[in-house]
């Protein structure tokens, strides 16, 4: 269809507010695993903006395709956000082996509560983590001008019963974890 890079950023916005925090106001109901059909999506996306009316599926690759940070995913006909959800109940994931060593950037007036209770989720479904100080440094500043950078020894918590899920390239989930396995 080609809409303009700019609304590209509203698009992907719009699409990741449906498919990880409120499906049902777009009247879309996800699986466990979190997948909606393409065209259930297409049909809502198009009532949202004049502009959308003509949005297709190549609108949606070229969304993904472009992100820095890959956030959905397409599959025989299907979609899904693959991390960053907040919707009631917990999607299924397969547990995977992580990296010997995770990051986590958060606000240093979080530091004591995480040195008690560990890192756990919050509002979201699982913790974030990332493979990279940079990209934990760079999340971090969303909550803190000067975070504070967290080592997650995620291979020895994994080998003690510690789930992880593989979210991206960039990005790791956890349903907890607890501070013993934490290098502040």
Same mark, same amino acid.
């Given at each position: 269809?080609? /809409? @303009?890079?700019?609304?590209?950023?509203?698009?992907?916005?719009?699409?990741?507010?449906?498919?990880?925090?409120?499906?049902?106001?777009? =009247?879309?109901?996800?699986?466990?695993?979190?997948?909606?059909?393409?065209?259930?999506?297409? $049909?809502?996306?198009?009532?949202?903006?004049? =502009?959308?009316?003509?949005?297709?599926?190549?609108?949606?690759?070229?969304? /993904?395709?472009?992100?820095?940070?890959?956030?959905? =995913?397409?599959?025989?006909?299907?979609?899904?956000? /693959?991390?960053?959800?907040?919707?009631?109940?917990?999607?299924?994931?397969?547990?995977?082996?992580?990296?010997?060593?995770?990051?986590?950037?958060?606000?240093?007036?979080?530091?004591?509560? /995480?040195?008690?209770?560990? !890192?756990?989720?919050?509002?979201?479904?699982?913790?974030?983590?990332?493979?990279?100080? $940079?990209?934990?440094?760079?999340?971090?500043?969303?909550?803190?001008?000067?975070?504070?950078?967290?080592?997650?020894?995620? !291979?020895?918590?994994?080998? @003690?019963?510690?789930?992880?899920?593989?979210?991206?390239?960039?990005?790791?989930? $956890?349903?907890?974890?607890?501070?013993?396995?934490?290098?502040?």
């Amino acid at each position: 269809m080609g /809409i @303009t890079e700019p609304d590209y950023e509203r698009l992907s916005k719009t699409v990741s507010h449906a498919l990880r925090h409120e499906p049902w106001l777009y =009247e879309l109901e996800l699986d466990d695993e979190g997948w909606v059909p393409v065209a259930q999506l297409l $049909a809502a996306l198009r009532l949202q903006k004049e =502009e959308w009316r003509e949005l297709d599926v190549s609108d949606l690759e070229k969304l /993904i395709d472009a992100s820095s940070k890959r956030r959905h =995913e397409i599959r025989n006909g299907r979609i899904r956000a /693959i991390y960053g959800h907040s919707i009631p109940g917990k999607l299924k994931r397969k547990p995977s082996c992580p990296p010997t060593m995770l990051f986590h950037g958060t606000s240093p007036t979080s530091v004591p509560m /995480i040195k008690v209770n560990g !890192l756990v989720p919050m509002k979201r479904q699982n913790v974030h983590l990332s493979t990279d100080e $940079a990209t934990a440094i760079e999340v971090g500043k969303r909550k803190a001008k000067e975070p504070v950078l967290l080592r997650v020894r995620a !291979l020895e918590a994994h080998e @003690t019963g510690v789930a992880f899920y593989e979210g991206n390239e960039k990005v790791w989930l $956890a349903d907890a974890v607890p501070s013993q396995f934490i290098e502040f």
